[in-house]
């Protein structure tokens, strides 16, 4: 089967460092997206890796190791604006997204 | 660029009645998604078309839904007869080239009473 799991609610102060894990198993692998979903909002994409390692983006950085079948979001110097629910997501068979259950993410002051 | 547009945003009806969710992709992406999302389920995938064509429907739950794409503007997913199940956030999405990076519309928020 192909499916995502990551863990369903994380907790952090401001400014400070949080990471949010995402293993996947998947028939071929094409890369692992993230998106951003603030409650009554619509997702929104955060990133993408193909390749192994680290993209930077401002605050926001994502990981990935194929050979771990592991990627992660980096979220730092934390704002409250930032407390949303985190998908990861990866293209399964015929291409299409198969999304995560998502992240629950809390900033609190 | 005014993004994904979707109508309705709310959508109240009562059971057995034809619901009809419409959504305008960004000009220029080849791709459009139609998405349902539940707290019991997440967010499903229903349909995707490319360059209007429905590519894999495996994701819509039986035959009372369908979705068409007459043209490049423009989608529609209809459900007849609906049923309280069906009470949910439907998002169309669109991208470009791949399917990794895609663009939400602000989604219909259907109940069925």
């Known amino acids: 089967g192909q499916s995502l799991e990551q863990p369903s609610e994380v907790t952090a102060v401001e400014g400070a460092i949080v990471q949010i894990n995402c293993t996947y198993q998947t028939s071929g692998f094409y890369g692992l997206s993230w998106y951003q979903q603030h409650d009554g909002g619509a997702p929104t994409f955060l990133s993408y890796?193909?390749l192994d390692g680290l993209e930077e983006t401002g605050r926001f950085s994502s990981f990935l190791s194929r050979s771990d079948s592991y990627g992660y979001l980096l979220l730092q110097e934390l704002q409250m604006k930032d407390s949303a629910s985190y998908f990861c997501?990866?293209?399964?068979?015929?291409?299409?997204?198969?999304w995560g259950l998502g992240t629950s993410l809390a900033v609190n002051p | 660029d005014a993004g994904v547009i979707q109508s309705p945003r709310h959508e109240v009806t009562e059971m057995g009645q034809e619901v009809t969710l419409r959504c305008k992709p960004i000009s220029g992406h080849d791709y459009l998604f139609w998405y349902r999302q539940t707290m019991m389920r997440g967010l499903e995938l229903l349909i995707y078309?490319?360059?209007?064509?429905?590519?894999?429907d495996s994701g819509m739950p039986e035959d009372r839904f369908s979705a068409k794409m007459p043209n490049a503007s423009f989608s529609t997913l209809k459900i007849q007869p609906s049923e309280p199940r069906d009470s949910a956030v439907y998002f169309c999405a669109s991208s470009q080239i791949t399917e990794y990076e895609q663009y939400f519309g602000p989604g219909t928020r259907l109940t069925v009473t």
């Open positions: 078309f490319n360059n209007n064509v429905p590519i894999d």
């Open positions: 997501a990866a293209p399964g068979n015929n291409r299409k997204l198969i």
């Open positions: 890796n193909a």
